[in-house]
């Protein structure tokens, strides 16, 4: 089962638009999310993250929103970038323990000129 | 400014041989992962580490054994390699508990 879900394996935005990926989580015990962007042959790098005491984070061009009712956030990209192609993959960590990284399956983002 | 480093970046093997992945970190990173990702999937946790001495199993731990007997070095072992472990996979390094984790760039492993 699938605790951090990413429905959309991809979408296609034009260059200077805004870009929102989506990802939904189940387990409630949830209490820091991040996002990696990975490019084709490189490993995932940070991008974001926001804590669930918090419902926005913004870095430059970058801004994740988080929904604890709905649990559900959001990575919006404003301006998009041809640069910003690549797979983005939604994280989240769970509260006991050593508890590690969940991942989704991620979302191939693809900006267009 | 190594990172993360990991060995061999592609590798072949033949059912049943055996190999070690390499991963290295130069930045006196205490918790170390191995995760593993499949066409079209997540990223899959193997083993994790919260320091020298200290390994636990992950989400998908069948197949593979590791070590850190440093703070520096984390291989993952395959000792009966299985076409099911044709992967691709990440070693990362992280300072704290879930905390952002620096990965390397990745071994591409067939098992044929």
């Known amino acids: 089962d699938q605790q951090v879900k990413q429905n959309s394996p991809s979408l296609s935005v034009q260059e200077g638009r805004i870009s929102i990926l989506n990802c939904d989580y189940t387990?409630?015990?949830?209490?820091?999310f991040l996002w990696y962007k990975k490019y084709p042959a490189e490993g995932p790098t940070f991008l974001i993250s926001i804590s669930s005491i918090k419902d926005k984070n913004e870095d430059g061009r970058f801004t994740v929103f988080l929904n604890k009712s709905a649990k559900h956030l959001s990575l919006h990209i404003v301006p998009s970038q041809p640069g910003d192609s690549a797979v983005y993959f939604c994280?989240?960590?769970?509260?006991?323990?050593?508890?590690?990284?969940?991942f989704g399956k991620g979302t191939m983002l693809l900006v267009s000129p | 400014n190594a990172g993360v480093t990991q060995t061999p970046k592609f590798r072949i093997l033949k059912i049943g041989q055996s190999m070690t992945l390499q991963c290295a970190q130069d930045m006196n990173h205490n918790y170390m992962y191995w995760y593993r990702q499949d066409p079209g999937m997540g990223l899959k946790l193997i083993y994790y580490s919260v320091g020298a001495g200290i390994t636990d199993k992950g989400e998908v731990p069948n197949g593979y054994n590791v070590s850190r007997s440093t703070t520096e070095d984390f291989p993952l072992r395959l000792e009966l390699a299985a076409p099911s472990q044709t992967s691709v996979y990440f070693c990362a390094s992280s300072s704290g508990r879930g905390t952002e984790a620096f990965f390397g760039q990745g071994t591409r492993l067939t098992v044929v």
């Open positions: 387990n409630s015990m949830f209490d820091y």
């Open positions: 994280a989240a960590r769970g509260l006991s323990g050593y508890s590690t990284l969940t």
